[in-house]
């Protein structure tokens, strides 16, 4: 299964548009509720720092949940997420 989501996700980087809410959702739901928070901060462009700052965690927690979650959704680094994490037009301040 793994395997065919990292396809999917490499699939969907060259179709640039297939994001939608509905498969973000099935990314977001491989992670525990605070990696899916932390994981659509850092899509949104928010350093560990920023992160831990919004959400009164450490930033070595920051980093760890996103290790945690780059292993689940098979990302490699932060770019990834965006591919795979549909964001709102709007974030909240």
């Known amino acids: 299964a793994r395997t065919s989501r990292t396809r999917a ?3 969907a980087r060259r179709c640039q548009g ?3 809410p ?3 959702g099935l990314v977001l739901g491989e992670l ?3 990696q899916s928070q932390i994981v659509t901060l850092a899509a949104a462009g928010l350093s ?3 992160i831990a700052e919004r959400l009164t965690l450490s930033v070595r927690t920051v980093g760890n949940h996103l290790y945690s979650a780059y292993a ?3 990302a490699s680094d ?3 997420l965006s591919w795979m994490v549909e ?3 709007a974030q909240p301040a």
Request: no cysteine; glycine share 8%.
């Open 9 to 11: 996700v490499a699939l």
């Open 18 to 20: 297939a994001r939608t």
């Open 22 to 24: 509905a498969l973000s």
């Open 32 to 34: 525990t509720a605070r």
């Open 48 to 50: 560990n720092r920023e």
């Open 72 to 74: 689940r959704l098979g």
């Open 78 to 80: 932060r770019g990834a």
């Open 87 to 89: 964001l709102p037009d």
